[in-house]
């Protein structure tokens, strides 16, 4: 079966410093892989999205950049982080070849203090 | 453009009742797909469903069931007989069926079942 981790669960940082999360899939092949963020009491907003290694579009234009260095790796980064980049992350993969539905990590709770 | 709207922003029901959480969305497309998710306190959403917009048919899932009207543009998701552990975040996405086939998220709607 498919299993998705993300970590860290959370995390404390303070405004200018570096950020990196990291979130892998196991027991799929080439999934599509995507980046939200979900603001305390807010829907989910897609960040970024991945078709495959190397290939990242971005949703919205912001402080954050993803990359995805293998098949099942994803990793969403940021140089200096702000006080708006607090919130819920939230990593989830689909299979290619269609409309299918998104399966999630357990997230990372990120506050910028 | 696409949009989803859950109005509903928190509801509260007694355990044992039924509740339904409204899903109202707008797209030009012809074929799309709706979903609905559920986020407990842990954070994690869980997906509960998948629709075509060719298939109008409800759909019932145990103590779940769901309701589409093309007509209406609604995706409605029933609970019946609720209990304390169906209380969450709902969320009603839609997605094209070409492209990028990102969701479109709803706000969601948070439920509270009091025992």
């Known amino acids: 079966s498919q299993t998705i981790h993300q970590w860290p669960a959370t995390l404390v940082q303070p405004v200018g410093s570096p950020l990196s999360l990291e979130c892998t899939v196991e027991g799929t092949s080439n999934p599509n892989l995507y980046w939200y963020r979900q603001a305390a009491g807010r829907g989910l907003q897609l960040l970024f999205y991945s078709v495959g290694i190397g290939q990242i579009s971005s949703e919205v234009p912001q402080n954050l950049s993803a990359s995805r260095p293998q098949d099942r790796q994803f990793i969403l980064s940021s140089k200096k982080l702000l006080l708006s980049d607090s919130g819920f992350y939230l990593c989830?993969?689909?299979?290619?070849?269609?409309?299918?539905?998104?399966?999630f990590g357990p997230g990372t709770r990120l506050t910028v203090t | 453009a696409q949009k989803v709207t859950q109005a509903q922003t928190e509801i509260s029901v007694v355990e044992k009742e039924d509740v339904t959480l409204d899903c109202v969305y707008e797209t030009r497309d012809t074929t799309y797909y709706l979903f609905w998710y559920k986020q407990p306190p842990s954070g994690e959403l869980v997906f509960l469903i998948r629709r075509n917009s060719f298939d109008e048919q409800n759909e019932i899932s145990g103590r779940y069931s769901w309701n589409f009207q093309k007509s209406t543009s609604s995706f409605n998701f029933t609970i019946t007989a609720s209990q304390v552990v169906d209380s969450a975040v709902y969320f009603c996405?839609?997605?094209?069926?070409?492209?990028?086939?990102?969701?479109?998220f709803g706000t969601g709607t948070r439920l509270k079942v009091l025992a």
């Open positions: 989830a993969w689909s299979i290619k070849g269609g409309v299918y539905e998104q399966y």
């Open positions: 996405a839609l997605s094209r069926t070409s492209g990028t086939y990102k969701y479109i």
